[in-house]
């Protein structure tokens, strides 16, 4: 598998393991090699994203003012 992924032997048993500080590169050619590439597509895909699109809801302005009118001149 390293070998296939241009990698060490050391950074494939630490994506086994899930450590974090493994660069994503290895990750997506992994999936390359297992013909999963479309699943990185899915994952980067912000429009699914639920959890991101959340955190984007909640950092929304609660309320909105509509802007003040003017008074035209001479008017009361």
């Given at each position: 598998?390293?070998?296939?992924?241009?990698?060490?032997?050391?950074?494939?048993?630490?994506?086994?393991d899930?450590?974090?500080?493994?660069?994503?590169?290895h990750?997506?050619?992994?999936?390359?090699?297992?013909?999963?590439?479309?699943?990185?597509?899915?994952?980067?895909?912000?429009?699914?994203?639920?959890?991101?699109l959340?955190?984007?809801?909640?950092n929304?302005?609660?309320?909105?003012?509509?802007?003040?009118?003017?008074?035209?001149?001479g008017?009361?």
């Amino acid at each position: 598998m390293a070998e296939r992924i241009g990698t060490s032997v050391n950074t494939v048993r630490r994506m086994e393991d899930g450590q974090p500080g493994t660069a994503l590169q290895h990750f997506v050619r992994a999936l390359q090699v297992f013909g999963e590439l479309d699943k990185f597509e899915q994952l980067m895909d912000t429009a699914q994203d639920s959890v991101g699109l959340s955190l984007m809801d909640e950092n929304l302005p609660q309320r909105i003012r509509t802007p003040r009118r003017r008074r035209e001149p001479g008017a009361f």
